[in-house]
């Protein structure tokens, strides 16, 4: 490839790329016995429709931002990103490759991810060695003769109490994906990073020279006036919002960041269905790939 390349023969649109991180809350198709409410404390039904439903709404998310790349958190199973990927096709003509962190291993929180079938043929996909749980997914790929990371995370949850413990393994994860791109230029970290921003971890990306896009004038703030992507709520008591969704980049020129404030939650009381479509909100990125 060099850098005379023809738009027209381009598998990108215009030559940029859309990057979309989504965490779905539970997107199972049958949840674990266990879980009985959402983390906004509405009631889960344990039931076939209401499963297929969330994730169906999951994939008219998806279908709607258009992205080339979208990964997602607390997927389930291989056969839950595959029926996300179904959706997308029947409601909006859209084929997309899947794969899941945890290959055919169910029952466990992986990371799922869609590749727009026009530029998956371009694209590897690989694990991150020694990164704790196996919750990320990198896609790599030459353009313009140049080599892209992309890395979807999602880092060690907090909720069980142990801070100082979690926050060292969440470094862990960093250090893995560090070491894992350390030969890469261009390289775009994004996911659920289930920290604050003044937490050592984001501060950690800082060390390893990567750029935090909500610090940037390509973040395009929305009118809600915040810029929280996670949402809880325990014991009756009012929902807070806090930011731990993340894009990061080194090199890649971004063209502009975005957190899609979509309707969350259902103001009807219905039992069949899940009363929200996920506790978070999702992050795009679109990029340049031109030099």
């Known amino acids: 490839m060099g850098n005379d390349i023809s738009l027209k023969n381009s598998p990108f649109n215009v030559s940029s790329i859309r990057v979309m991180s989504y965490n779905v809350e539970w997107g199972f198709i049958t949840l674990p016995n266990d879980i009985k409410y959402d983390a906004c404390g509405h009631k889960l039904p344990h039931t076939k429709i209401a499963q297929d439903t969330h994730l169906k709404l999951i994939a008219k998310d998806i279908g709607i931002v258009f992205p080339d790349i979208c990964f997602l958190q607390e997927i389930g199973s291989i056969d839950a990103i595959q029926l996300i990927a179904n959706n997308i096709k029947n409601m909006f003509n859209i084929t997309y490759k899947y794969y899941y962190s945890n290959n055919s291993e169910t029952g466990y929180?992986?990371?799922?991810?869609?590749?727009?079938?026009?530029?998956?043929?371009?694209?590897?996909?690989k694990s991150i060695p020694n990164f704790y749980l196996n919750r990320a997914l990198c896609v790599s790929f030459e353009y313009n003769n140049n080599i892209y990371n992309i890395v979807g995370v999602h880092l060690k949850s907090l909720c069980d109490g142990k801070t100082e413990k979690d926050t060292q393994e969440q470094l862990g994860q960093l250090a893995a994906i560090y070491k894992f791109c350390r030969e890469t230029e261009n390289v775009i970290i994004t996911g659920d990073f289930?920290?604050?921003?003044?937490?050592?971890?984001i501060q950690k990306m800082n060390d390893y020279k990567y750029s935090n896009l909500y610090d940037t004038n390509f973040y395009i703030p929305n009118i809600v006036g915040?810029?929280?992507?996670?949402?809880?709520?325990?014991?009756?008591?009012?929902?807070?919002?806090?930011?731990?969704?993340?894009?990061?980049?080194?090199?890649?020129?971004?063209v502009s960041f975005h957190i899609i404030n979509y309707q969350r939650e259902t103001i009807v009381d219905n039992q069949q269905y899940r009363s929200e479509t996920s506790d978070h909100l999702p992050i795009l990125g679109i990029f340049n790939l031109l030099n």
């Open 194 to 201: 289930n920290n604050v921003e003044t937490s050592q971890p």
């Open 109 to 125: 929180q992986g990371v799922g991810l869609l590749i727009k079938d026009t530029i998956s043929e371009i694209c590897n996909v």
């Open 226 to 254: 915040n810029d929280n992507t996670e949402f809880s709520a325990h014991n009756n008591s009012t929902e807070k919002g806090s930011k731990i969704d993340y894009m990061f980049y080194r090199n890649i020129k971004p």
